[in-house]
Every structure is written in C-alpha cells, then in structure tokens.
C-alpha cells in the first residue's frame, strides 16, 4: 500500500528549508551610519545609489540606508521609534510638511559648517532642525504625445474646463507632500474662501487621486492620463536619461508654489558624528547627484548644472506659504478639504 | 451514559491549544487592545471614541465602507456561483487548473493585483489598446478604473475564487438523492434546483458571502490606487491616513474600535454558520455523478464561462508576468523582450538598486513560508482540539482565532510598531511568528470542519481498545487529517510569501522578501523588475496549488 | 390488456456488467425484482425512472412510450432506499411538494396529506421533520409522498433494508396493504427472497444483468427453472450427478435408473423434503420412488424454535434436512421422494 505522500512532502519541505535558510551575519562592529529615507530618494533611480557608495568611499562610514515610503510613513515610523530610535539621519522632509515632524519631535537641531554654501531663502528653519539640499516649484507636467498644442492649458482655472475631463492625474495632499503642496497652491492663488471649488470642480477632471508621486508619475508615464501634478524640473530627467522631451512643463501665470526638501538629524541617534558628516556630505559632495537623479535645484548654490536644466522652466512667480500659517492651519484645511471632497 | 463519557475524554485534550493561544495572545491581542485602547484618550472633554458617532463624516465613510463591501459580494456571487455550478456538475479537461489558477490572485499581495489591473485595465492598458487597434479608435474606449466600478471588479476578481471553492466543496458532498427523488415526482430540473437544492445550499452561500464581505470591508490597496478618490474612502485608509500621515494615534485607534465591532459581528455570524454547516447534513460517500458537458448548451455555457474568467482572471495576471520580459533602457523609451529582470533576480547579473536585493529576497521569502507553513500543522491541530466541542465557549474560541482574518491590517500593522519596539526591533523569528499568527484563520478553515466531521465512533473504538485521549488523537484522529493538513499547509505558504504588512513592519534591514522588494520596485517605478518578482510568485503558488488539487485527486481515486 | 402495465426492454454496458433484459408488468400488480447484490436491479429502476439515460431503451408504460421522455415527466415514481425526504421540509411540505407541482388547491393539499397520512399510518404527522423521524416513518413518509404524485408507476429501492427484522416483516406488510388499498402498478427490488414471497405477486430473478425467472412466489420457489434460481429462493442441497447415480430408489423392490445425459448434471432439493430414517433395519414408510443416501452422519443440529436445522455428512457432500424433532442417532439414513429431486443440466432443469 503506497505511503500518503504526506510525510514525504514533510521532508522535502524540511530539506529545502534547510537549504534555504542561512543565518544572518553578525553585525561587524565599524562606523554605520542609518539613514531614513523616502521611497524616491532610495530608489534606482534615485540619488541613493550613487551618494551612498560615494560617500562610503569618501569617510569610510557605511550607511545603512533605509527605503521608508513616502514622507508620511517614514515621519511615522520615525515616530513610533522615538524612545529608542534606529535612524541617525532622516532624510526627506519638505517645508511643508516640517510641522508635523517638529510636532513629534524625532529632529535635534544640526547647524552644519556647509549651510554657509546655502541662500538664506532656502533654510526654512531657523532652528536648523531640517537643512534644506534641493528645492523646487510644483507645477503641472504634460505628455506632448497625447495632448495637443491647442489643448495646452495656461492656468488653474484652465484645467478645471471639461476638455479635461478625465486627463488630470492629482495626489492626495493627506498622503503626499506634492499632494500638499498642491493643495497649498490653491490656496495661495484662490484663497481660504475659493480654493476649495477648483477642487470641487477638479473632481470631474481628475482622472485619479494617488496617494503618492511616485504612482503618480508612474501612472502619467504609463500611458494612462496626459498631464499630471509633478515639478518644474521633471522634465530635465527625461533630456538628461532618456533624451527625450516628451514630457514638458506647463508655466501658469498665476505663480507656482515651491517646495524645499530637507534632512536633519535624528533625535536620540547613537551615531551622532557619523550623522553630521552625512548631513555635511548631502550638502556638498552629493548636491550634483541629488539635483540630477531628483531633477530638483541643489540648494547649494555654487553647484553648476548640467544644460538639461535649460529645460526647465523658470516660473514668473514663486509663491512660498509661512511656516507658522501652515502649521497653524494644517489639519484644519485637510478636514475641510477632506469633507468637501467626500460628497 | 458513555456517550457523555466518551465527550468528556477527548475534550480533555484542549490543554493542547494553549501554546497556539499564547501565541495568539502576545503576537496579536495584546498589541490590538494596547493600539486600541487609545481610542478612551479624552480630548477636549469628550472620549475620542464616543464622538465618533457623532461625527457624520465618519459615519459617512463607514456606510461607504459596508456599500462597497455589499457589492462586491454580490459581484463575487455572481462570478462565483455559475463557477461554482461547473465545478460540481462536470468533468472536463482542465478543471484542476483552472481551480488553481483562480486561488493564485488569492494570496499574491494586493500591490501586484493593483499593478495587473492598470497594466490590464488601465487607460493605455492592453484590454485598450486591443481595443483601439482593432476598432481603429482615437480615444480608449473603456473607463473601468479609478471608480467604484474598479474597486468592485478588483474585489470580484480576488474573491470570486472564495464563493466558487467553498460552495462547490459542499455542494459536491451533498447527497443527492433528493434531487433525484424530486425529479421523479414530476418537478422540473429547474424547479429542482430553487426549491430543493438552493435552499440546502443557503448555509454554505451565506457563510462563504460573509467571509468575502469581510475580506473587501477590509480591504486598502485596492480602494486606494484603484478608486481613484477621497470619495471613495472606506474604515481602512481613513484608519491609515490618521495614524500613518496624520499622526493622531487616538483618531486611529477610534475608527479602527468602531470598524472592528462591525467586523466582530460578522465575524460571529460566519462562525455560527459553520457550525451549523458542519451538523446539518450527513456527507455522502457517492459524489455528484460528474458527467462530460454534452448537450450544445452547457457546452456553450461552459466556454463562455472560461473566456470571461480568462479575461477576469488571467487578463491581469498575464499582463504582470507578460511585462516582466520587457524591459526599455529609459524610462520613456520604447521596450523589448528581454529576460533582464530575471537575470538580475537570480543574481546572474548585478541588479541595480533594489533588484540586487532580489535573489536574497527570494532565499528569505522561501525560508520563512516553509517554516511558517510546517509550522501551521501542529498549531492548527492544537487549536482544533479547543475549538471542536459544542458550546459557546469554543464559539468564542474560533473567533478569537480567526480574529486576524477580521481586523484592519493598517490596525494590526500599529500593533506591528508596539511589537517590534517591545522586542528591540524586530527579526527574523518575529516575522516567522507574525506570519503563523496571520495564517491561523485559514489553515483553521480548513482543519477545523475536517475535525468536526469525525465520527465519533472512531474515537469510541480507540478508547474501547485502550487508547487515552493523547494517543487517540495522535494516532486516529491526525492521520484522518492528513489531506486537509496539508491543504491547510499549502495554503499558508503560499499566504506566507506573498505577506507585505507584517513583514514590512516587523523585519529589521537583514530581511527582504519577495513582496517587500516589489512594493519597492513599484515605489521606484520599476515596474518591470516588480512584475518579474510577481511572475516568481504567482508560479510558485501555481505549483503549490497544483500539488494540492493533485494529492485531492489521488486521494478520490 | 396489452396497453396497459409496463413493457421494457432495457440494453446497456457497464464497467461491472451488461444489462439486457426485457420485462414486463400488469398493470396494478406488485412485482418483486430479487438478485444478489451487483446484479444490476437498482440500475434497472434507475433506467425506468429517468434518472439514467444510457444504452437502448423500450419503455411502455400504460401504452405510452416513455423511453425518451426525461424524469419529471414519465409518471414514474421512487422511493429511494435512504429515504431521500426533503430535509429542510416538514412531512406535511414533504408531501404536498408533488402536490405542488400539479398545481392544487391548499385545501385539496390539505385532505390528500392528512389522507396519505393515514394510509401510512401516520396520522397527525404534519408538522415532523424528517431529523426527529424513525427510519421506520420516515419510509412510510417517502411512500406517502410517491404516492402523492399520482404515479403510473412505483418503484421501491431496497426500501425496507436499512430496518431491522421485526421492522421489516411489519412494514413488508404494511407496503402489501399499501398497495392493495391504492392498486397503484408496483415494482419492487430487494435481495431478500423472504420478504419477495410474501408480498409479491411476480417475482423476477435477476442475475449478472439478466433475467432467471419470472413467475408467482410459489412457481419460483418449487419448480425454479434455473439452478441459480433454485439456489437463490431458498436454502437447498446441491449434489453432482455422477454421485448419486448409482444410488438407488426403492419402490417395494423395483430399481428405476436415472436418465444419463453429458454435460455438468447436477440434482437439488430441499432441506424440508428430505425425511431420516435412524433405524437401518426399517424400511421408509412410504413406497414412493425414493433417493436413498445410507450413512449419513450427523454433524450439527441446530434449534430454531418451530423447526431444527440438521446438517448431515454424506461422503464429502453436506446435506441440510429440516426436521420436527432432535435427531436421536449419529447415523442416519436420508431420503428424498424422487419427484422432489430435480435435476439441471448446465444450470437448466432437464424434466425427466
């Protein structure tokens, strides 16, 4: 009578586990240094992988460098953590989402020797909890493939007419801080009492709310919608990578919010010296990397860019929103936003 | 007289399940109240809990919640029961497959559906494309996603395999003679069917209803990509935007108490029902003469059936594993076939950023759904040993088992944090005891009825010829088990390699896994890379399910 | 007289066996297909149901041809062995689902369920579930319902086999008043020859998918035309011919030879007509041709309340005698009346 092939099943399963489980090496004991990044900054195509090494090579300090989803996720991770913090860096907090990362206080303050290199404009906060290293505008960026010359809409309020119905990709501003940054652009041109009906009238157009850039963009360069909420400089990666200009950026007259992307050091971090010589590198050695792979401005002043940024256009108007407004506001606008939008 | 004796010898054995629980216990309930308890922090006078009911935008967002669940069930009744139907009523080449094929989408994480449907579904996604080529048309023709309309047809997808499985198992194991006699007393076959099947089918429709309804109540990628609008939110992503993004861990921790309560009674209303399934009728060892569909009609009917699931099930599936083989130097460009990804996955060729993570990712997937899957057999057996009596105390008992099946997994991923920070951060045998805790509900899905259906004469002979309870239950009543073991056992392989949340949360830098890396590729918009990794997972849980609907087969003769 | 009854003729293949057979019965009578197990009987009243389709069929019921016509609409009903009541129904729905189906009046459903119910002897049973019922009522129940459907023809699988004896000698009668009270066309299969003799008007032997014998209870029982019939209606002794063929009768002093023909002879003949004769010095009392078997030695004797079972061993072959009284000797002398042997050729009965 044939044995149930149940116990043999049992151990080729114990074999293969076996074979496949290997114990994890001991830790070396050397310079780490653990840095919390997004998604985007870890990514491949991020800056990442081309600071990292060089800055392993440079001091010697290996990074432990950590993908942490989009700024949300890796502000709550960073928070859960707080009483015992892994991270010694947290790279990746915008202006405008810094309150809420003061707020739950995983930041210590970190005035580098290198901020000298920065304007003033950029260094949002003067507590230097959060050093600037590339800044933006958002803007809307558009598929020259599929939109047509006469489709090209010159404002917000152009985007809300109903030959765009479907052709909008926008983000979530409670999951994303280009979502954010949207959602404070509107309220910088319309104001407290008119931002909320483009966004009512948008609901028609927008084809889908991701919930993060990265989908975002991942959808817009899928094919599936022609324009899409990004940066003026998106489409300088596609000169420089891919020598492309499919993708172009609509200038509105009405002005672009910008967008200035931090790091700072962890609170309670046990590698506090690797950690600032981090922080010291993102603002020198990694600045030419981190403008080309984030194709955002390097807040260093004295980098030189290559000419692919000719492609990106520069706004008439910056329209830059106080701190102290945002934080006041924050939650209070998102709930606003948050019941209008549910209907 | 003895039959109160005997019952009492192998209840002794409960003792047995304490372990499991224990599990249960630190890994799962003990995080889920300490999450949840923060939903009592007063604020502003008032307990953040009790205000929710009185606050009309999250009553909004539950009835949301409940309305799509509904209909998404009854989109996955409307697949699953025809399917269901077929399966019973005939034999035809390639049955076995098929069923395989339909369970797969079951356990691949819900980031790779999503990807599928875009790549399948999407605006400039194949289904339009085909469409557009072949109607010669500008514009695509068919707006599925971003609506209501796709996360309905996501959750139709993922979940019609659920109804066709479980109602066709019963109803294969109902005796059929009344439907015979019934016949012969002059009613119609369609008569038959509403009168007289239909009505011995309800318990199991109904239980396996409540557990798909569950399952897209609690569902979070999906709604979030694939509905395409605040409007559209459900209990769950409300739950993660105010702990993950807002950071107001009370909030959470409210709607996550409110959203679990609702669960907890559908919960109890499937458990009851299993009960019930499981004393209600006698099984027949003569199965439904399963005959070769011959007549025109149900042969028709049949095809038909397979093309729709073909494009249902297949379309996005195929679309994952047939973008794995192209690959384009840029990422604008124009791509070509290519076995790039897969080099890279299987090391031979260096990957760059998170594809060189692969190969590791595909050595820890592996090792820990083993384990975790050899572990399910002595855990799911102990916990049967508690739960099987009758009585309300092992109704409370199998819900508290199959509570990981219920609760959020945004909730459960807060509890995540308070674990790993409880145990410094986290590990490989964390992760190994997440994933047992997570597929609990379903080996026990499986084991539990099967445990049930013992005769208890068996157990009478045992102890009659001087077997005590233990050695019963070792000797008689595990080797009965052996095929829903391992069914339980295949399935939480296949659960445990493609589990994103615990794994996530719980792992420290030293482990990848499969899921992991896609979530990463799919956040660096490489997704080519991610589809590679999905093709590797969706064959690996085909085989599996293979293995399994092949060991069925022999045991049937 | 010919439209009217059953008349089939059934041909089909099966892994086990081949089905080929033709029957026929009259209309209002109660047939009994009896066979061992395997030999096709269920098959047979699955063909005439419906419920099977394989093979040729001729079926006329009532001079109809039915032969094609799907289940629901033959006028065939069946009482499954298991019962087969609906299970989420009372007796009372149970019943009244035929009735249904015909489209009468509640009122009319009504008297007919009570009436059934006191045909079965099961008044006031309405509201039971088939869960609380015996195996007992809930036959009568699934009879109750056949019948409610106004049958042409009703058959019954095994119904009384998963009953025990008292049970089934009750109901076997039960189910022969049934049928009486009604007149309703019945066939019935069971592997129980007893209860065929009791209550069937034909009996048809079954075997390996064919038919033996047809004929009345007690045609089959003394005058089988096969051995296999012989064997199967009831216990009998077996003996080849070559044995006994030098065994003489006596008739006064006269010796009568038997007829020898080739091929496998065999005689037969029943327990009950075989007389013993313990005293070797006495002649047997009567002066009919008798087989005369000398020292037979008695190996077991067996109580059975009116009768005892006396198993004889004469050379190597055992012989079983029903007797009225304890056997007193170890050896005795058994004879059979010569027109009480019969004799089969090939399993055929040869006449002498």
Redesign the interface.
Known sequence: MKKHPFYGIIAVMCAMGALFAQPTPEAREEKTVTVYATDSFCGEWGPGPAIVPAFEKKTGIKVNLVSSGDTGEMLTKAASEKNAPIADVIVGISDNMSSKAYAAGILTPYESPNLKDIPSFLQFDPKHRLIPFDYGNFAFVYDTEKLGKDMIPHSLDDLTKSQYKGKVILIDPRTSSVGLGLLLWTIEVYGEEGYLSWWKAMKANALTFADGWSSAYGLFTEGEAPIVISYTTSPVYHVMYENSTRYQTLLFDEGHSTTIEGAGLAAGSSHIEEGKAFLDFLLTDAQLDIATANSMYPANGSVSLPSAFDYAPKPQKDLTMDGERIAKNLERWLTDWEKAMAK | MRAREQKARTDKLGWLSLPAFLLLFVLFLVPLAFTLSKAFTMEEGRTMFFSLFRDSYTLHVLSFTLYQAFLSTLASLAVGLPGAYLMTKYKFPGKSLVRAVSTVPFVLPSILVVLGFVIFYGNNGILNRILMAVFRLKEPPLHILYSLGAIILAHAFYNFPVIMNLVSTTWSQMDYHPEQAALTLGATRGKVFRTITLPRLLPSILSASTLVFLFCYNSFAIILVLGGGPQYTTMETEIYRRARISLDPSRAAAIALLSLLVTLVLLVCYVLLQKKLSHQEPFTDKPWYQKKPEKGISRILIILYCVLAVLFVLGPIVSVIVRSFSASSTRAGASSFSLKWYRQLFGWERGTGNMSQAWNALRHSLSIALIVSLATIPTSLSLSTAMRKKGWLSVLLEVVGMLPLAVSSVVIGLGYYLIAHAFHGGGYLLVVLAHLVIVIPFALRSVLPACRNIPENYLAAAHTLGAGPLRTFLTIEVPLLKNTLLTGMMFSFALSLGELNATMTLGDSSITTIPLVMYQLIGSYNFQGACALGTVLILVSLIVFLCDEWMKGKENG | MADSGLQCALKASYPNFTLDLSLSVRKGELACIIGPSGCGKTTTLQLL???LGEGEQTIMLDGNDISHL?????????V?Q?Y?????MTVADNLA??MK??KMPKAARIAKTASLLDLVALPGFQKRKPSGLSGGERQRV?LA??L??E?KLLLLDEPLSALDTKLRRHLREEIRRIHDETGVTMLYVTHDQNEAMAIADTIIVMHQGRIEQTGKPEEMYNEPKTLFTATFMGEGNTLPYKVIADTLVSEGNNYVRFNPKSGEQVIFFRPEQVIIQEDEYLPFPEFLPHLELKEAKLRACIFQGNTYEATYQWNQYKITVLLKKRPKHPIATLGVRLTDVRQYLDGVYIPR
Do not use: N
């Open positions: 149901s419906g419920l799907p289940p629901e609409k033959r006028g065939v009903a069946l499954f298991d087969a009541l609906f299970p989420q689902y035929p189906l015909r699934a319902r056949a409610a459907s049958p």
